[in-house]
Each structure stands twice: as C-alpha cells, then as structure tokens.
C-alpha cells in the first residue's frame, strides 16, 4: 500500500522536501500511530475476504491477524518517517484458489478501502452517541484515525495498479479486457509515480472529492440526517 499521498494530504510530509525533524516527528505521532492503525485494518481485510473465497495463503504466511506488526514493511515504515514515500506489506492472495477466482479477487480488493471507511464510520459512531468515551487527551488521535482511513480508502480507489481500484475492476473484467489489462500491471506504478509526482494538482482535486463525499456520509451517521 503506497501511502504518500496521504501523508502529503495530512501535512506530515512535502514532495518538496524531505522528511520531518524529530520535533515535528513527535508532533505528528497520532498521525503516525492513526496509519499503522489504519494499515493493519486494510491488510487485514484483504486476508480475511479472500479466506472466505477459500483462499488459504494469507494464514498460511501469518498475516490473517491484526497484529500491526505483521503488516508493516521495513523499508516502508522507515521511508514513511524520513520521507517522501513509504508503504506497508500487501496482502499476498492467490485468487486460482479462490471458489470463484474473478469475484474473490474483486472483493478482496475492494475490501481494504470499504474496511477504512468502516472503521472511520465505526469511530464517528461510538463518539457521537456514547457520551464520555472521548477523553481530552486522545482527541488528536481520533482525528487523525478518522482523516487517515478516509485518505487511504479513496486514495487506494484509484484505477491504478498496484492499488485496489485496479484489482476491483480487473477481477471484474471479462477475459479480453482483462488480457488489455495487462500490460498496466507491469507498469501500473511507474505511471503511478508519474502522477503522484506530475500530477498532485489532479490528484489533490480526486482525493479532496473522493473524501467529501466520505465525509458527507460520516456527518450523517454523526447528525442522524
């Protein structure tokens, strides 16, 4: 899961520059502690769709668990504090052992954003109607938690491999659209860096629509209207 542009939308990281000091590092920690929250979730999601579709390889590698630990790449965690870039472990999944492989594959993918979106509706929930369970002091981090998963779920929606948008609509395809599809996963995230890089201001105009249309709806579960 690529997560810079998140980072970029949340202010922890500038593509103009380099990564944050430690001062700023400490000051950005819900933030910090809100993504790895946020990944687990959405790995996690996509191992436990695709076991459902009988696909066995997520537990049989140890990543059917929502242990952060598990779903953190190395790499990508350092890159995600030094910037610009960083990302978390995909879910391996093998959809030839899926019941039915073409729909398995599509939901499994689509699973990792719904599963964002849920937990940010989850959370909007329990802190409008249980009065109290909101203490002061984890405010910053609900936020965080809230805007995080929202980013990551339109962001991942994005068309584009190696992000589930593209699995969705590849899964989906009918076989020659799918052969047509192809090629792009070979160069899915060469074009996808092109964009991130050379296209901010059309990406910036997706994630701040995709996630108004999110958050219209989480204002409704929090209003009752």
């Known amino acids: 899961m690529l997560v810079l542009l998140v980072l ?18 400490t000051s950005r920690l819900p933030f910090f502690v809100a993504l790895i929250l946020a990944i687990t979730v959405h790995e996690f999601s996509h191992g436990l ?16 668990t929502l242990n952060p630990l598990k779903h953190l790449d ?7 504090l030094i910037g610009p870039i960083g990302w978390g472990r ?18 499994s993918s689509l699973a990792g954003p719904v599963s964002n979106i849920l937990a940010a509706s989850v959370m909007v929930v329990l802190i409008t109607y249980i009065p109290g369970i909101l203490d002061r002091s984890i405010v910053p981090y609900v936020n965080a938690f809230v805007s995080i998963n929202v980013l990551l779920a339109v962001f991942n929606l994005l068309p584009v491999p190696p992000l589930d948008g593209f699995g969705f609509v590849f899964g989906l395809s009918p076989r ?6 192809l090629p792009l996963q070979r160069y899915g995230p060469i074009i996808l860096l092109a964009m991130i890089f050379l ?21 409704v579960l929090a209003n009752g209207a």
């Open 8 to 25: 970029n939308q949340t202010g922890l990281l500038d593509l103009t520059g380099g990564g944050l000091g430690l001062g700023q590092l």
């Open 74 to 80: 190395p790499i990508g965690t350092l890159m995600i």
């Open 49 to 64: 769709v695709a076991t459902l579709f009988g696909d066995d390889l997520p537990r049989r590698v140890g990543r059917l």
């Open 199 to 219: 296209g901010q201001p059309v990406l910036n105009a997706y994630l701040r629509g995709g996630s108004n249309i999110v958050n219209n709806f989480l204002s």
């Open 176 to 181: 020659p659209i799918k052969i047509a599809l």
């Open 90 to 107: 995909p879910m391996p999944i093998n959809p030839a052992a899926m019941r039915n492989p073409n729909l398995g594959w599509a939901l």
